[in-house]
């Protein structure tokens, strides 16, 4: 019987550090089989590990065509994220995944796409992005909402300026507060300061929304009041997780295991629930 | 069905037969209590009991278990995946336990991922049910359809006819269990007959009862009412209904390493959502904060959520999560006061 818990090593290639206290880390199995059988869809999450100090859930950030190698988006918060982000390149992180409902991609095609992301919350969306750039002609329009607390917290800054080289893409960016002398050329405000400005509309557009619980909660109060349907509104949810598989009860809300039906919901599916912000 | 009889005089015999090729495990006598707990010998069982306090979950997914081991010999640890223990008999499983494994099957095995240890444990465990002779004071079993009588989930399943069991055939695993033991007689319809009085008596003892037509309905309806925070000023959020509930299934994962940090083990608990820490997650936020979310998300997943989710209720009415809490809080109680009755 395959055992679901046994990880698999996978070797830390590089380590990028993208803000004060989050680092992106590129993984490559070290069983050739097990990177072999090993493919994921944008918004699906690996659970992610250290012997001796814990597992938890992270989202692959990655390129989905990428076969070689995937990475993760850790911010350090807690007793694992902190030993992950002690570690350096050739360490060994262990990993089981990929595990989750992904982004909507199928359903997505044809039509134009809105993502808005508050702070990590573009990490799950980087996937689709990459996506989007590999897969150009099976989408409509695709904007780019996005909104951290300083420019500091940004993530993938250095990459934004290829995002912008997409055909029919647009970026639109958005800061809590400017630090003093830190240079910054777009809006300021919380991120739904850039609906005012923004081109997608409800027709023929699927939304794709991660950030905080706070700012979902906000942003797709903005989306609805702007025509947009709550089936049309997609969010990928955190909680807890103790086994990433459906069998430890950490992620339930209501009677959805995030593990399993999740990350990804509709806005419809999420607004009965209980014990949530959003 | 298969319906035999099984003198008590025999049942020595019996246990000897069960136990050439199982462990056998059933309620025992312990202090005040009766337990669950691997038996060398006949005279070991207390099989006139009522609930023991811990379910035979612990059998199948125990209370604290080393899911894998580490060993760091070079940089990259070894991995080792522990094996599971061997061939058990559940002795004297009443139907009220017998259903809520059936439910910890729906949960740990149906699905994309079967969870390994209590699959291969499951797979390896022969249930012999006992119907009910007596109900307790807790007990609401008929609500669910759980008992006093089993209908299913058991390979074999003994009803305590006074001086003989009535011993009824579920599975080809117990029939080959009865097939070994030559000395079974045939069963006459009155013994079947006497089985069905006894088990209408003890239905008809059993007053306590949770109307589960529309019960989902009518909590959905009554998610924000106020009986809920009036229950969690009484929950001292101790955890105890979740450690004795035969479906409650919830665990934690846990690493630790020796001394010397040579090795260490993954271990999974049982862990509860009634505990504060269950639902936090980093940067000191927590989706169920108060007592109320807590023990609400309790009671709606027996009762609403996991039949959502598996179509099966999560409740099987045996009565510990009352008799053993300190406040009494009652799940009867409270769907009582809600429907108004």
Not at chain 1, 123 to 136: D, E, F, G, K, S
Not at chain 2, 229 to 246: I, N, R, S
Request: hydrophobic share 40%.
């Amino acid at each position: 019987m395959a055992n679901p818990y046994v990880p698999h090593p996978a070797v830390i290639k590089e380590i990028k550090t993208e803000t004060r206290d989050t680092k992106t880390f590129r993984l490559e199995f070290l069983d050739e089989n097990v990177k072999k059988a090993y493919q994921f869809k944008p918004g699906q999450f690996n659970m992610v590990g250290v012997f001796g100090v814990g597992e938890a859930p992270f989202s692959i950030t990655s390129n989905p065509d990428e076969k070689e190698y995937f990475e993760h988006t850790i911010r350090a918060v807690g007793n694992v994220t902190n030993t992950i982000h002690k570690l350096k390149e050739g360490d060994i992180l262990w990993v089981r995944g990929p595990y989750g409902r992904p982004w909507p991609i199928e359903e997505a095609k044809g039509k134009n796409i809105l993502i808005v992301a508050g702070g990590l919350g573009l990490a799950p969306l980087r996937p689709v992005i990459y996506y989007i750039a590999n897969h150009r002609d099976e989408f409509g329009h695709v904007e780019v909402l996005y909104g951290a607390r300083t420019p500091l917290d940004m993530l993938y800054r250095s990459e934004m300026d290829e995002w912008r080289k997409i055909k029919d893409f647009t970026l639109r960016l958005t800061v809590d507060m400017v630090p003093e002398g830190v240079e910054w050329e777009h809006r300021v405000g919380v991120v739904t300061v850039l609906f005012e400005e923004m081109d997608s509309r409800p027709e023929n557009t699927v939304v794709m929304v991660c950030g905080p619980e706070i700012m979902m909660h906000f942003v797709v109060k903005g989306l609805v009041e702007r025509g947009f349907a709550k089936n049309q509104i997609y969010l990928s949810m955190e909680r807890r997780m103790h086994c990433g598989i459906g069998k430890c009860g950490h992620c339930q809300i209501g009677s959805k295991f995030v593990c399993r039906d999740g990350p990804v919901f509709t806005f419809e599916e999420v607004e009965p629930l209980p014990d949530k912000i959003v | 069905m298969e319906t035999l009889i099984l003198r008590k005089e025999q049942l020595p015999q019996f246990i000897e037969h069960l136990r050439r090729e199982y462990r056998v495990v059933g309620p025992v006598k312990k202090g005040n209590l009766v337990v669950f707990a691997e038996i060398s010998k006949a005279e070991d069982l207390q099989l006139d009991y009522v609930t023991t306090m811990i379910p035979p979950k612990k059998v199948l997914l125990p209370q604290r278990e080393t899911i894998l081991k580490f060993k760091f010999e070079n940089e990259t640890p070894k991995v080792e995946q522990p094996a599971v223990d061997g061939k058990i008999v559940l002795f004297g499983v009443h139907p009220c336990d017998i259903n809520a494994i059936k439910v910890l099957d729906k949960v740990l095995i149906e699905g994309e991922f079967k969870d390994p240890y209590y699959a291969q444990r499951r797979e390896n465990t022969v249930i012999i049910g006992l119907n009910c002779t007596k109900a307790g004071e807790y007990c609401f079993c008929t609500s669910f359809g759980t008992g006093p009588g089993a209908k299913d989930g058991f390979d074999i399943l003994l009803t305590d006819l006074g001086d003989r069991f009535l011993v009824e055939v579920g599975t080809d695993a117990g029939k080959k269990i009865v097939e070994g033991f030559k000395e079974l007689s045939k069963a006459e319809d009155a013994d079947i007959a006497k089985r069905d009085e006894i088990l209408k008596k003890v239905a008809e003892s059993i007053k306590r009862r949770i109307k589960t037509e529309n019960l989902e309905t009518l909590l959905l309806e009554k998610i924000n009412d106020k009986i809920w925070q009036e229950l969690a000023d009484e929950c001292l959020a101790c955890g105890v209904c979740t450690t004795v509930c035969p479906t409650c299934f919830c665990y934690g994962v846990i690493d630790r390493v020796s001394a010397d940090f040579k090795e260490g083990e993954r271990i999974r608990y049982w862990d509860s959502c009634m505990f504060l820490e269950f639902a936090a997650v980093a940067l000191g936020g927590n989706f169920r904060p108060g007592r109320d979310a807590r023990l609400k998300h309790r009671m709606y997943h027996k009762l609403v959520y996991i039949k959502q989710q598996h179509g099966v209720f999560g409740c099987v009415g045996c009565g510990r999560c009352v008799e053993f809490c300190v406040k009494h809080i009652d799940p009867v109680d409270a769907v009582t006061r809600l429907s108004g009755d």
